[in-house]
């Protein structure tokens, strides 16, 4: 950009070169042409830069919006508008203002951006009325069960069960196994969090292979007020003869739950 400006073209001038950068095949001239938009100030490119919103680049969008923020300009469309406030990290504002039009941005920064914006990107689809999530967002949350990073699978999970969609149910039941205690605990709130399907499904997972998972079903279970007698047979064979102790002692607590005749 700089070099462009040194060449003492007047302000129209510069915003015709700036803007035919834009289009550049090259994604950083383009993401330096919307910086240099942004520097100069002058709202007649929005539209132009509102165009880059839908950049195959995740580091020109990023730059995109933020250029049409610093402009003080609303993209022109709700889609628009809902990648703006995604790129720029307002994932409250997306959810509120743009309802069903946010979900696309946040899929997306779910599957390519970094571990903290997949983060926000997975509580920002927890947020959407069940109604508006559709079957897109519960698949980029199931996928994204299986992330690297435990940070996004506890998010996930927190997700899943907030929109409460039976399809989570298996998936949060694998995760009853997860290798992370975090993700473990989360997927069997969100397991209680579904409702009677959830229930049930730790009922079953008291019988998981894993320590883990039998431990994770069981504390789970302590949560339900009043507790799940059909669980108390499988509880007491957990509680008497399971080989580990976490397990015996989750339980011991999920027995402690139940109602006394």
């Given at each position: 950009y700089a070099e462009?400006?040194?060449?003492?073209?007047?302000?129209?001038?510069?915003?015709?070169?700036?803007?035919?950068?834009?289009?550049?095949?090259?994604?950083?001239?383009?993401?330096?042409?919307?910086?240099?938009?942004?520097?100069?100030?002058?709202?007649?490119?929005?539209?132009?830069?509102?165009?880059?919103?839908?950049?195959?680049?995740?580091?020109?969008?990023?730059?995109?919006?933020?250029?049409?923020?610093?402009?003080?300009?609303?993209?022109?469309?709700?889609?628009?508008?809902a990648v703006q406030l995604v790129e720029t990290q307002k994932i409250a504002e997306a959810v509120n203002q743009c309802g069903a039009a946010a979900v696309p941005p946040l899929v997306r920064a779910l599957r390519q951006r970094q571990v903290s914006e997949q983060v926000s990107a997975a509580w920002g689809l927890g947020l959407l009325p069940p109604e508006l999530a559709g079957e897109e967002t519960v698949a980029a949350l199931i996928t994204a069960l299986r992330s690297d990073y435990p940070g996004v699978r506890v998010q996930v999970a927190e997700s899943l069960g907030r929109l409460g969609f039976e399809a989570a149910i298996e998936p949060l039941v694998t995760s009853l196994d997860d290798a992370d205690l975090d993700v473990r605990t989360e997927a069997g709130a969100a397991l209680l969090a579904i409702g009677e399907p959830g229930h049930?499904?730790?009922?079953?997972?008291?019988?998981?292979?894993?320590?883990e998972g039998r431990a994770a079903a069981?504390?789970?279970?302590?949560?339900?007020?009043?507790?799940?007698?059909?669980?108390?047979?499988?509880?007491?064979?957990?509680?008497?003869?399971?080989?580990?102790?976490?397990?015996?002692?989750?339980?011991?607590?999920?027995?402690?739950?139940?109602?006394?005749?």
């Open positions: 462009w400006t040194s060449r003492g073209k007047d302000g129209d001038a510069e915003r015709a070169l700036l803007e035919a950068g834009l289009v550049d095949p090259d994604p950083i001239v383009r993401r330096t042409a919307a910086e240099g938009l942004a520097e100069l100030g002058d709202a007649g490119s929005a539209e132009a830069l509102a165009n880059l919103l839908s950049d195959a680049d995740p580091a020109v969008r990023r730059t995109a919006a933020r250029a049409l923020e610093d402009l003080n300009t609303a993209p022109p469309t709700t889609e628009a508008l049930l499904a730790l009922v079953a997972a008291l019988s998981a292979a894993t320590a069981a504390s789970a279970l302590a949560n339900i007020t009043g507790g799940r007698v059909e669980a108390e047979p499988q509880l007491v064979v957990l509680l008497s003869s399971d080989e580990d102790a976490g397990v015996r002692a989750a339980a011991a607590t999920a027995l402690a739950t139940l109602p006394t005749a």
